[in-house]
């Protein structure tokens, strides 16, 4: 069950959450169904901060549907009630519009024989939430073996994209636990489109994890799912819920937005009757991702009312928790969700001293390819300033997870 939030959170905060994951319980929230009066005898509601936080999280489109299905626009300020309207119909122009664009690319790739698994972004929009306009994105992102990258890559010159960070040739060198992607544009696509080989993809250095996983059975446990109207692969669910575990907790998200804990919560709404949690018990070990399963499950638990099987977390639970994988808890209970603190989640999997100072060293000065394609140069405009940027990036980050509480859900 949703443990209760500390006396940290604000009012909007609290009645997000309801507005998120219970919304037949949010009226009783606001007594007489006034909003600048709570029966919780907290300060009254700001809906003018209600949105912009909603918004900065990516949920103001999710917030509204439920607003609209419990008709509750009588709590929120008219003004306020059409600014999430807006956001709404917002992403279902773009959502359709990104359906419509990504329909020749599959349709091409499934006549020249390149299987695809889906992940993330509109995948979860049409097979996980209860409505295609709630999930929002700004890219797709399609896992093919790395095989085909060559070939889906001619393919995509041909319907009018372009690589931009990377050429697929020079991608296909980065070293395993490292950025394992090429990012394409269209002149006229409404959307970047993001050719993944590996589930992995970071600039911190990620090999322990990478190297465990097991493409093969991704693929071979991989299902069909009608997606932009077309028959696709998508994740099995089990593989799924591991996967966005992982996910948002890579140094770059360190759930540092809502939409990342409701992408997981219902993930496993829509699939609760037919997940195998033994299953994800034995794959997260196999892939070296049970810790990650743990803690993600964990935070997910701390902001929504995630029943899962009893004795299940038990299963998964390191059985030593360092000092930082504490403090990052202690962090998401106080709902400082800053990104870059789960850096100290994937320090604890680096065991001994040798381990750590190569992790702390390889996040510092990662590859040069690897620092090329994340600022999307070329080699020729390399320089070894680089890394001065990158160290005072990455310690902005950690500084930031570790001091820096956020006034509310932002």
């Not at 490292?178 to 394409?184: I, N, Q």
């Not at 190569?358 to 070894?384: A, C, G, H, N, W």
């Amino acid at each position: 069950m949703m443990e209760s939030p500390s006396l940290a959170w604000t009012t909007e905060d609290r009645f997000m959450l309801q507005l998120l994951f219970t919304p037949e319980e949010a009226r009783p929230f606001l007594t007489s169904g006034r909003p600048d009066v709570l029966s919780s005898g907290a300060a009254a509601l700001d809906g003018q901060r209600l949105f912009d936080t909603a918004r900065r999280e990516g949920v103001a489109a999710l917030l509204f549907r439920n607003v609209r299905k419990h008709r509750l626009q009588d709590l929120l300020p008219e003004p306020i009630h059409r600014g999430f309207s807006d956001a709404y119909h917002i992403n279902l122009k773009r959502n359709m519009a990104i359906i419509g664009k990504l329909r020749p690319v599959l349709s091409e790739f499934r006549n020249k024989g390149i299987s695809c698994i889906v992940l993330k972004g509109i995948a979860l929009a049409e097979r996980v939430y209860p409505d295609i306009a709630v999930r929002g994105m700004s890219d797709v992102d399609l896992l093919i073996r790395k095989d085909d990258l060559l070939e889906a890559d001619r393919l995509l010159l041909f319907l009018g994209y372009d690589s931009c960070d990377s050429s697929a040739a020079e991608a296909l060198r980065n070293p395993v636990g490292y950025l394992a992607s090429v990012e394409y544009r269209g002149a006229k696509s409404p959307f970047h489109l993001h050719m993944h080989w590996h589930p992995i993809n970071t600039s911190v250095p990620a090999t322990l994890i990478a190297e465990r996983i097991d493409l093969d059975r991704l693929w071979d446990h991989a299902v069909e799912a009608c997606v932009a109207d077309g028959s696709v692969l998508i994740l099995r669910p089990e593989h799924l819920v591991i996967y966005l575990c992982e996910h948002a907790l890579r140094v770059g998200h360190s759930f540092d937005r809502l939409i990342l804990i409701c992408d997981l919560f219902f993930s496993i709404k829509a699939f609760e009757k037919v997940i195998d949690w033994d299953f994800i018990v034995e794959e997260s070990r196999r892939f070296n991702l049970s810790r990650f399963v743990w803690h993600g499950l964990s935070v997910v638990r701390r902001y929504a009312p995630l029943e899962l099987p009893d004795g299940f977390l038990a299963q998964v639970r390191p059985t030593d928790l360092s000092l930082g994988e504490r403090l990052f808890l202690h962090l998401q209970s106080r709902n400082r969700r800053v990104r870059g603190s789960s850096y100290l989640l994937h320090l604890a999997i680096n065991r001994g001293f040798w381990a750590k100072t190569t992790f702390l060293f390889r996040t510092f000065f990662p590859p040069k390819r690897i620092m090329l394609q994340r600022r999307y140069l070329k080699d020729v405009e390399f320089s070894k300033m680089m890394y001065l940027s990158r160290i005072g990036e990455v310690l902005s980050h950690l500084w930031r997870g570790m001091t820096t509480g956020r006034p509310g859900v932002g």
